[in-house]
Antibody, heavy 121, light 110 residues
Framework: QVTLRESGPALVKTTQTLTLTCTFS??????????VNWIRQPPGKALEWLAR???????YYTASLKTRLSISMDASKNQVVLTLSNMNPVDTATYYC?????????????WGPGTLVTVSS | QSVLTQPPSASGTPGRTVTLSCSGS????????VDWYQQLPGTAPKLLIY???QRPSGVPDRFSGFKSGTSASLAISGLRSEDEADYYC???????????FGGGTKLTVL
């Protein structure tokens, strides 16, 4: 079965660093020249793309959060880790990881269920 | 403010066709593929259309995508009550080196 699942703290405090892990099964980083992305959605708001890591370890970040974001992969564990530093209440959102195949050009075809992260002041 | 512009709401009656729009620029829709996602309440988004007009396996052919210049559209024919959801467009932006999403359109089936 092909799945993705996000894990991490449900609650963080202002100024702390958030660390989220995306663990996938049923495929590997060598599958179809894929990429793994992080996307978030504040309650009642639109989707916001955050970061991407490719099968060859290329990395991309959204400009507005670039200084606070870091993405990495552990291919041996089938995991992608996202860190977001200096958390504040506007970072409260459901965080999703999502896969795209075909040099990252075939759309986000597989999503995790998402994990809600609340930032308290 | 989203890089891609979608109308916040749309509506249609069962059995009819509704078309959702997504407007961008030369650096995203103008030069790259467009993807569309459907999000039902409380669930993760689902890929509906990739590479502007391709449907993943399992997506009914009632859903179709196309683009012209810097705008893209998603057409839903034979509208059903279960199509009531939020719809998002997305594209890679060459200037930003980033994926960009639209603000989403909430579709109501009357």
């Amino acid at each position: 079965q092909v799945t993705l699942r996000e894990s991490g703290p449900a609650l963080v405090k202002t100024t702390q660093t958030l660390t989220l892990t995306c663990t996938f099964s049923g495929f590997s980083f060598n599958t179809g020249e894929m990429c793994v992305n992080w996307i978030r959605q504040p309650p009642g708001k639109a989707l916001e793309w955050l970061a991407r890591i490719d099968w060859d370890d290329d990395k991309y970040y959204t400009a507005s959060l670039k200084t606070r974001l870091s993405i990495s992969m552990d291919a041996s564990k089938n995991q992608v880790v996202l860190t977001l530093s200096n958390m504040n209440p506007v970072d409260t959102a459901t965080y999703y990881c999502a896969r795209a195949l075909g040099h990252c050009r075939r759309g986000f075809d597989l999503w995790g269920p998402g994990t809600l992260v609340t930032v308290s002041s | 403010q989203s890089v891609l512009t979608q109308p916040p709401s749309a509506s249609g009656t069962p059995g009819r066709t509704v078309t959702l729009s997504c407007s961008g620029s030369n650096s995203n829709i103008g030069t790259n593929y467009v993807d569309w996602y459907q999000q039902l309440p409380g669930t993760a988004p689902k890929l509906l259309i990739y590479k502007t007009g391709q449907r993943p396996s399992g997506v009914p052919d009632r859903f179709s995508g196309f683009k012209s210049g810097t705008s893209a559209s998603l057409a839903i024919s034979g509208l059903r009550s279960e199509d009531e959801a939020d719809y998002y467009c997305a594209a890679w932006d060459d200037s930003l080196s980033a994926w960009v999403f639209g603000g989403g359109t909430k579709l109501t089936v009357l």
